[in-house]
């Protein structure tokens, strides 16, 4: 089967940066994504590695190397309202890579 | 619609009732997908549809639970005899197809049994 592993949580204060990284195992991999939730909101997407790398948006970045199954999302200049649940997604051959399996979510806590 | 649009937001059924779910996607966003979370957990997956067909419902817990799709429309996620462990929050996502990458997740429908 696929597997996600992810710190259950990351705390840190504002203005500071912070890495959550995910490891994956699958069967043929078509991607990582990262999706943000707020306590009792909807999962947002924030960005999507298919290719060895990093993918810069804003004050996120997204890193991904399928050598080693792992990839991490870095959050710069951290806000309060960066406070919430991160996920990590992989899309994989023996997952039916039409859909997305989720990682168990890194909850991020920011203090002032 | 501007979103993904889901009824109720909050459901109170007693055990052993059926319980309907509603999931209105994305207009033109032919693949809608189904996902369970429980509280403090990740997403499971429970079932997508590409159009109107149910190419994956792996993820479906028992037969007391079926979902079906109208045309590349709405969706309802239909649960028979509720348990309390299908206690949880019933998230329905869509995208543009079934090769990309980015959900428009609805805000959920929290499904409590009692």
């Known amino acids: 089967g696929q597997s996600l592993e992810q710190p259950s949580e990351v705390t840190a204060v504002e203005g500071a940066i912070v890495q959550i990284n995910c490891t994956y195992q699958t069967s043929g991999f078509y991607g990582l994504s990262w999706y943000q939730q707020h306590d009792g909101g909807a999962p947002t997407f924030l960005s999507y590695n298919a290719l060895d790398g990093l993918e810069e948006t804003g004050r996120f970045s997204s890193f991904l190397s399928r050598s080693d199954s792992y990839g991490y999302l870095l959050l710069q200049e951290l806000q309060m309202k960066d406070s919430a649940s991160y996920f990590c997604a992989v899309r994989g051959a023996n997952t039916g890579f039409q859909k997305l399996v989720f990682g168990t979510g890194t909850r991020l806590l920011v203090s002032p | 619609g501007a979103g993904v649009s889901q009824s109720p937001s909050n459901k109170v059924t007693e055990k052993g009732k059926d319980v309907e779910l509603r999931c209105d996607p994305i207009s033109g966003h032919t693949a809608l997908y189904w996902y369970r979370q429980r509280l403090g957990q990740g997403l499971e997956f429970l079932i997508y549809?590409?159009?109107?067909?149910?190419?994956?419902k792996s993820g479906l817990p028992s037969d007391r639970f079926s979902a079906e799709r109208t045309g590349e429309s709405v969706s309802t996620l239909t649960i028979q005899r509720t348990q309390q462990e299908d206690s949880a929050v019933y998230l329905c996502?869509?995208?543009?197809?079934?090769?990309?990458?980015?959900?428009?997740f609805g805000s959920g429908t929290r499904l409590t049994v009692v």
């Open positions: 996502a869509s995208s543009l197809d079934d090769r990309n990458y980015g959900y428009t």
């Open positions: 549809f590409q159009g109107n067909s149910a190419p994956d």
